[in-house]
């Protein structure tokens, strides 16, 4: 019985490692074949190479997930604004590209939106973790 239970639970946890293999692997670190970055770990250069916009997005982008890389408290409460900060401080600098270089008014009108309302997110995150400590 034992056996048998041992052999099940096996190949319930080999189950993940087989979709992964079949998958192609999980590349989280690696570069696509045109020097982006894969789907698993960010977003990937658009057909033909960067531009100055996709070089601000990707940059944007790879500051606010290395700034979400906090040491986490246990405490659900302070980890949750302590991830969102960086969360809301990368929005802010993906809408300040759009502004940039973007030309649709109905997304630059939504890219200022979204700077005001995270600017006040991270004023108020911020005030809360100064007053929990």
């Known amino acids: 019985m034992r056996i048998r239970t041992f052999v099940a639970f ?19 670190g690696g570069m696509n074949n045109m ?14 190479g960067a531009t100055p916009a996709t070089t601000a997005m990707m940059a944007a ?11 986490l408290t246990g405490n659900p409460d302070r ?3 302590l ?9 802010i600098a993906m809408a300040q590209v ?3 270089f973007g030309t649709d008014p109905q997304l630059r009108a939504m890219a200022q939106e979204i700077i005001e309302a995270q600017e006040a997110e991270i004023a108020t995150l911020e005030a809360w973790l100064a007053a929990n400590p």
């Open 61 to 71: 982008n790879d500051v606010m997930m290395a700034g979400m890389h906090v040491q």
């Open 98 to 100: 759009e502004l940039e």
């Open 79 to 81: 980890d949750f604004a």
């Open 35 to 48: 020097g982006g970055m894969d789907n698993m770990a960010g977003p990937m250069l658009p057909p033909g």
């Open 10 to 28: 096996g190949a319930i946890l080999l189950v993940p490692v087989v979709a992964v293999a079949q998958m192609g692997g999980m590349n989280m």
């Open 83 to 91: 991830m969102m900060i960086p969360h809301h401080q990368g929005a």
